[in-house]
């Protein structure tokens, strides 16, 4: 394929994978072809008069015109772009595009010799960090990472827990919390909640940086910032933590669903925020939905569960009946072959022994809610 880059046109690109590699000089199409073999899950562009004759074999695009042109396509298309340009002129391409850390692709830059990998745009939210250390391990080159949180060794706050699935309450507090996290102020964090294994480097964390089990045990410390992990809605007198702090939701609430035939999506969400309220537990913590077989392809519960991007399990029967719950039913027995489906569905899917609910019936919607724990796991 052979793109013809033209002013005033946006070219439409063949995405097959997560990554693109772009070349414009000879010696950067040769490092570009052996960067593609040793990189899997990118794509590969290099400029037309280059051509080696293997393209079509090896799906390479080859594109004529200026790489400015390319460049406003590949944006959007892909996580993350490896570009073998010098450093001054990518900036001054990609400045015209950019739009918000939040969405732009992680950007590293290689010089033609492979020798240093740059971490350019994106380092943490875009993965560029991450991809910059990747590039030049395959390479044998240099990494240069200029993150401060990277430099320290330290927290990233903006990426802590993000491999677990955690996500932000909010983003408000990111940059003064990442700030007094660099600047070696005193931190806070409170983990109740969610994996226990984040920090994964073979030294301590930094001494300023203190864990707690409470907040009230935190607040009491007088902290400069915190960094909070829980499932739970604070309560009033602890939203003070968070004058200068991060709130994390880890993934760690399952719920057990039975739903009669034809139930709406709409139904199923409204019961599943109105327990999770009453529990006060977040929404935002919720990891997946587990039900019976039967409900496999129940449309309602389907839409739900894909609009939300939450784990979807189904257990047979057998399955439900293999574990001992506390309110076993005749009629669900009669009707489904098991003697409780949001129940012990609830209890598999989350392999603890005990629920936050056991069972609640809400109109056409019968829930039941665990918490996961990672305690020593």
């Given at each position: 394929m052979?793109l013809?880059?033209e002013?005033?046109?946006?070219?439409?690109?063949?995405?097959r994978?997560?990554?693109?590699?772009?070349?414009?000089?000879k010696?950067?199409?040769?490092l570009?072809?052996?960067l593609?073999?040793?990189f899997e899950n990118a794509?590969?562009?290099?400029m037309?008069?280059?051509?080696?004759?293997?393209?079509a074999e090896k799906s390479i695009?080859?594109?004529?015109?200026?790489?400015r042109l390319l460049l406003p396509s590949l944006?959007?298309?892909?996580?993350g772009?490896i570009l073998?340009?010098?450093?001054?002129?990518?900036?001054?391409?990609?400045a015209p595009i950019?739009?918000?850390?939040?969405?732009?692709p992680?950007?590293?830059v290689l010089d033609?010799?492979?020798?240093?990998?740059?971490s350019?745009?994106?380092g943490?939210?875009?993965?560029?960090?991450?991809l910059?250390?990747?590039?030049?391990?395959l390479?044998g080159?240099?990494?240069?990472?200029?993150?401060?949180?990277?430099?320290?060794?330290?927290?990233?706050v903006?990426l802590?827990?993000?491999?677990?699935?955690?996500?932000?309450e909010s983003a408000?507090?990111?940059?003064?919390?990442?700030?007094?996290v660099?600047?070696?102020?005193?931190?806070?964090v409170?983990?109740e909640?969610g994996?226990?294994?984040w920090?994964?480097h073979?030294?301590p964390?930094?001494?300023n940086?203190?864990?707690y089990?409470?907040?009230?045990?935190?607040l009491?410390?007088?902290?400069?910032?915190?960094?909070?992990?829980?499932?739970?809605?604070?309560?009033e007198?602890e939203?003070?933590i968070l004058?200068?702090?991060?709130?994390y939701?880890?993934?760690?609430i399952?719920l057990?669903?039975?739903?009669n035939r034809?139930?709406?999506a709409?139904?199923?969400?409204s019961?599943?925020?109105?327990t999770?309220v009453e529990?006060q537990l977040?929404f935002?913590?919720?990891?997946a939905?587990?039900?019976i077989?039967?409900?496999?392809?129940?449309?309602g519960l389907l839409?739900?569960?894909?609009?939300?991007?939450w784990?979807?399990?189904c257990y047979t029967?057998?399955?439900?009946?293999?574990?001992?719950?506390?309110?076993?039913?005749?009629t669900?027995?009669?009707y489904?072959?098991a003697?409780g489906v949001s129940?012990?569905?609830a209890?598999?899917?989350?392999?603890?022994?005990d629920?936050?609910?056991?069972?609640k019936?809400s109109?056409?919607?019968?829930?039941s809610?665990?918490v996961m724990?990672h305690?020593?796991?």
């Amino acid at each position: 394929m052979t793109l013809l880059l033209e002013e005033g046109k946006l070219p439409e690109v063949d995405v097959r994978n997560a990554y693109a590699i772009v070349a414009i000089t000879k010696h950067g199409t040769l490092l570009a072809r052996k960067l593609h073999v040793l990189f899997e899950n990118a794509d590969l562009y290099y400029m037309g008069k280059f051509e080696k004759g293997d393209e079509a074999e090896k799906s390479i695009t080859l594109f004529n015109g200026s790489v400015r042109l390319l460049l406003p396509s590949l944006f959007g298309a892909y996580k993350g772009i490896i570009l073998i340009i010098s450093l001054g002129a990518v900036v001054r391409m990609i400045a015209p595009i950019l739009r918000d850390k939040k969405t732009d692709p992680g950007i590293v830059v290689l010089d033609d010799k492979g020798e240093h990998v740059i971490s350019v745009l994106s380092g943490h939210l875009g993965g560029a960090n991450e991809l910059t250390a990747e590039v030049a391990a395959l390479l044998g080159a240099r990494p240069v990472i200029t993150t401060a949180s990277d430099v320290q060794k330290t927290i990233p706050v903006d990426l802590f827990g993000k491999r677990f699935g955690w996500v932000w309450e909010s983003a408000e507090k990111l940059t003064p919390v990442s700030a007094s996290v660099v600047n070696e102020e005193k931190v806070v964090v409170i983990q109740e909640s969610g994996e226990r294994n984040w920090w994964q480097h073979d030294r301590p964390l930094p001494a300023n940086i203190v864990i707690y089990k409470s907040i009230p045990e935190a607040l009491a410390e007088k902290p400069d910032a915190a960094l909070v992990v829980t499932h739970r809605l604070l309560r009033e007198d602890e939203q003070r933590i968070l004058d200068n702090g991060v709130l994390y939701r880890p993934k760690v609430i399952v719920l057990g669903i039975g739903c009669n035939r034809g139930t709406s999506a709409s139904e199923i969400l409204s019961v599943i925020k109105e327990t999770l309220v009453e529990l006060q537990l977040s929404f935002k913590s919720v990891k997946a939905v587990a039900t019976i077989d039967l409900k496999k392809d129940e449309e309602g519960l389907l839409e739900a569960v894909q609009e939300q991007g939450w784990e979807f399990r189904c257990y047979t029967p057998e399955e439900l009946n293999s574990v001992d719950i506390k309110d076993p039913s005749e009629t669900v027995y009669k009707y489904t072959g098991a003697y409780g489906v949001s129940e012990p569905a609830a209890l598999l899917c989350s392999k603890e022994s005990d629920l936050e609910l056991v069972k609640k019936k809400s109109g056409n919607v019968t829930i039941s809610v665990a918490v996961m724990k990672h305690d020593g796991r």
